[in-house]
């Protein structure tokens, strides 16, 4: 029988790439609710394409217009709306896979409700782990959810852990499996070597303009910064279950090893392939088997030498930052989200330089990295202070 899908955030770049690969195996997958935040159009053309019982979006009035649309194309879709019908879907009795790619915040709340009826979560919405990662990964343990890593480095590294703890790697002991540390590769983004004393000038338009990738808005900022790979660092933290000390980044431009696992006996192993999320999607989506994806396949004889640097605190402040709010704790990396999370969508309206994300984020965990946050009340409290202060503070860069 099929498995049934639900993709909160479907017209999203994640989202679109499961509906691609979902496509290619209609004998597997079945849709069975897709929710977006605000893009009606393209949520109707998935609503036709892919006939899901349930759609849902954030507000009513997008839902009537929706529901409207889709009775006169002859749709048997049925529309809900808002934060409520997003959790519902993803925790459904029919559901079995939740691909959980809302960005941002807003994708902790519907994601852990699927966590809390042991569901099988395909986890690309980084944020909610950077927020609640102990209460995240105690969910898993206690309703049993199977939870697989999207994002392409988490994806890579599970994929070279040893089979028998790939299924509770969030509560595995490394060490005892052989492994020396965890090594996290990252592009360094589009300014890698841009001159520092540019970085004030860079405009939104340079920032989403990612070389390897093609991704949403606000992670394409997150890759110019490093706070990519510094929320990608929090989150290995958790999948992993290990500790900042075990973990290292690597600045690789080519963006073909997604991430390598180095084992005590000297070996290191790497997951390769061509940047395209249909990869770690498709592997999810199938685990333990493997399907096709249509990702080009890679030509070593094509592709250009393979570099490693170290990243430089100096260009990138942002992946310091989350770093040591990593070692602080939940409180601190919930802040440290919530703060970017207004500082990139500040930045990407013009109000602010690029080169005040990081300036705004080290004064919110000055402010907070104090802070404990240990249930999902405390956090959520916490996530909005975060940004209360963030929205202050905006006011007061000097331009
Ligand atoms: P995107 O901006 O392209 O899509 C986001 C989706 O979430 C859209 O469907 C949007 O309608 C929906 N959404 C936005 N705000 C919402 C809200 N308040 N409530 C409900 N839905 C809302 O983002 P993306 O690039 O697809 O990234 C999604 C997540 O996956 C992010 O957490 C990102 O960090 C992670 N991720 C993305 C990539 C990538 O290649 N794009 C890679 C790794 C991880
Ligand atoms: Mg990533």
């Not at 069975?32 to 109707?44: E, H, M, P, V, Y």
């Not at 199938?286 to 100096?314: G, H, M, W, Y």
């Amino acid at each position: 029988m099929s498995r049934q899908v639900v993709i909160l955030g479907s017209t999203g770049s994640i989202g679109c790439s499961t509906l691609d690969v979902i496509s290619q195996h209609p004998e597997r997958f079945a849709v069975f609710a897709l929710t977006a935040g605000r893009q009606i159009d393209k949520l109707l053309q998935q609503c036709l394409q892919f006939k899901p019982q349930y759609a849902a979006v954030l507000d009513a009035m997008d839902a009537k217009a929706l529901q409207q649309q889709l009775k006169a194309a002859g749709s048997n879709t049925q529309v809900l709306y808002g934060a409520q019908a997003f959790a519902d879907l993803a925790a459904h009795t029919n559901t079995d896979i939740v691909m959980a790619a809302i960005v941002g915040a807003a994708g902790l709340l519907p994601t852990l409700g699927a966590v809390k009826q042991g569901k099988t979560v395909l986890l690309a919405n980084k944020e909610a782990l950077v927020m609640s990662g102990e209460l995240f990964i105690n969910a898993v343990k206690q309703h049993q959810a199977t939870l697989l890593p999207i994002d392409s480095e988490h994806n890579a590294i599970f994929q070279c852990l040893p089979a028998a703890i790939q299924g509770s790697c969030y509560q595995s002991n490394l060490a005892a499996a052989g492994i020396a540390k965890i090594l996290l590769t990252g592009s360094g983004g589009p300014f890698r070597q841009t001159p520092l004393t540019d970085f004030d000038a860079i405009t939104p338009a340079q920032a989403v303009a990612h070389p390897n990738w093609s991704m949403g808005r606000k992670i394409s900022v997150d890759s110019a910064t490093m706070m990519n790979k510094g929320l990608e660092f929090i989150e290995a933290r958790w999948l992993f279950n290990c500790s900042a000390d075990d973990i290292q980044v690597v600045i690789h431009p080519q963006s073909i090893i997604h991430s390598m696992v180095q084992y005590s006996d000297g070996s290191v192993l790497a997951q390769l392939g061509n940047p395209d999320m249909r990869t770690p999607i498709a592997h999810a989506l199938a685990f333990p088997e493997r399907i096709a994806s249509n990702v080009k396949p890679l030509n070593f004889f094509e592709v250009a030498d393979f570099t490693f640097t170290q990243p430089d605190p100096a260009r990138y402040p942002c992946l310091q930052l989350a770093i040591d709010a990593c070692r602080h704790g939940q409180g601190a990396t919930t802040a440290l989200n919530a703060a970017n999370e207004i500082a990139v969508e500040a930045f990407l309206q013009g109000q602010i330089r690029f080169t005040d994300i990081a300036r705004l984020n080290a004064r919110a965990l000055g402010r907070f990295a104090g802070n404990s946050a240990l249930s999902l009340e405390d956090i959520l409290a916490l996530d909005q202070e975060a940004r209360r202060f963030t929205s202050t503070e905006l006011g007061s860069l000097s331009s």
